[in-house]
């Protein structure tokens, strides 16, 4: 098994341009921005994963987190999870949602679905900056995957 | 209804009863009359009947008597002649007596019986042994009486023939009874003597002794007579009561009244006369006239029934039972009934007239029910129908407003994210190129983005607390109030709070919501008594007969009373943000929630001195 295979990726599900910068941006002072796969709404997110469509030749194993936003074009980020959550290989895959809500229908069906965590976006910059180190901080670095699943 | 019927008809039959005994009561006195007429009317034919029995058996006994008198004094006559005591030619004697027998051809035999009972001489005598006579009653009854003694109706040893014998004694010159002389009268002379009597029609006429025999018995003989019957009532009831009259049930069973007369001889009664006529006889013509009578008065009673009935039953029965009739289908939910009109009389016509008013007057009632109910089932239904619509519109619209409230959420921060996060990407990357100037009007960027986020969180909180179900509990005011005021410890840390939490009743509310009222009350005391050194805070509540108060009080900066009804308004601020922040919807928030738990809320305060903070809920 190769060392470079084992890049942890992260993947961001956010439609907002606006919100990629900022995420990236806030990434990149603890040098994780380049180990981000961004897709653009919940059906990109699924054929990512799934290694479908546009990612077939994909090829690259799953991500260490999927950072996912609720309000997404075409599938939104609960429905993104459902369908995650209905195939074998993605079932211990960690979810993180990441949103600009704390709508408690929003928070009771994420959980239901059975995402890892939920992250309310500050609107606050410097909070926001924070919020994000510490979510790649950890999923990134700190936690462990279960090991069949961090390498395809 | 069944019941009703039957009580109708229990009246009518009540009444039938009534006006019967009515009609008959004045035939009373009529049939007592009659009735006292008809006994009266026996009486007086019972009376002349029992005259002319009387008189006939009289006459009757009075003809015997005649034959016994002639026996009698021949025998008186005879007896006397001193010869008899002493004769002893018999042939001679007896020749004497037939020549008698000639001499009264009314007689049988005369002959002289010795003291031991021995004939000695006779007119007739039997050949060979003369029988004994000593046990004949007229013999030993002359003897023992010295004097007429009348015997049996027999028939005689010496004749062999019946007839009734008379003894009378023969006595010497000291007065002892020698023999006895005695005559034998035909019996046919006796039954003679009765019939030349005329009879009143039915009567019977028995002749008898003193033994029971009977004598004569006419007009009809049957075959009683020669018969000794002391067992018959008859016989009885005459030898009883001898003379006058006695009711008896004849020798044929018929019951008769009889009227008694008796024949003596010297000691006693010896032929009974009994004259008899059927009691049926007796009362006949009394009892034609009775039945008649009664004839006569049952008629002019049913007629009088008759007429009663049928006019009970056309004037007052008939429409009586036909408006009971009408009254009990109309009781029964028929409100068509009606009665017919009665024209029988006034009193009733007017009766069925105001009974036939009343149940027009309740059929137009009872429509006018129907209508009214039937509207207001229409209103009802529209109403349903109409709360229906609403609380679909209703639905329709808190979706949308939880639509929107989504979206706020969702879509109006995203850009204040990007506002706030822009701003300070610029602020750290371009540091260099801004001037001050350059650099304060980024931070005012980022602050206002910043508030309006803190805006919108509020608004949406706001939003929640007027749509979100209410939860009502029990809920323990003092451990939330404590709660509170631990939770907003951080606030007044640094600061000298002097808490005063008196006495504080548990509540039924969402306890969640109320949660957020005190929270939002207890907070604001803390705010507006910064500037003070010691800030009093005194939380309590009162009961009032429908309400629980609750009520804040601080000893703060207070505020101008003019602008007491605007504090709880969205949005509305007394004071500076730069004299003490906040978002003017914290107490909006109390006033919705203390609305929707169905209190008030209110405040009072001296601008300087302090404020204090109403709000009730409600008792259970």
Redo the contacts between chains.
Sequence with gaps: MKKTHRLKRILLVED?E??IE?TL?ALSEYHLANQVDVVRDGAEAVDYLFCRGTYSGRNSGLPVVVLLD??LPKLNGTEVLREIRGDARFTRLPVVML?????EPDLRKSYDLGCNAYVV??????Q??EALKILGCFWAVLNEPFASEQSA | MGQKNAQGYAFARKFRTQLIVLVLLPAIPALVLALQRDFQQRRLEKDRIVQSISAVSRLIAANELAYIKNARQLLTTLAPLSFLVHATNRPFCDVHFQNLVKLSPDFLNFGLIESNGTVFSAAVVPHGIVPSLADRSYFRRAIETRGFAIGEHQVGRLTEQKGLNFGYPVMDAVGNVQRVIFASLRSERLTEAARQVPLPPSSVVTILDRTGTILSRFPDEGEWVGKTVPDMSLVQNVLRVQEGTVTSLGLDGVKRAYALSSIHDDTAAAIFVAVGVPTEVLFANANRVLIRNLIVLTGSILVALCIASIFAERVFLRPVQDLAAAAHRLAGGDLQARAEAIRSTAELGNLSETFNTMASRLQARDADLSAAHASIQNLNSSLEKKVTERTAELTAANQELEAFSYSVSHDLRAPLRHLDGFAELLRRNQKERLDEKGQRHLDVISQAARKMGILIDELLVFSRMGRQELMKNEAGTLSIVREVIAQLEPDYAERKIEWNLSDLRPVEADPAMLKQVWINLISNAIKYTRPRAVARIEIGSSDTETETIFHVRDNGVGFDMRFADKLFGVFQRLHGDNEFEGTGIGLANVRRIILRHGGRTWAEAVPGEGATFYFSLPQK
């Design positions: 907002s606006n919100d900022m941006e609720v309000k949103t600009s809500s704390r709508e976006k500050p609107v606050d910059f410097a926001f900056t």
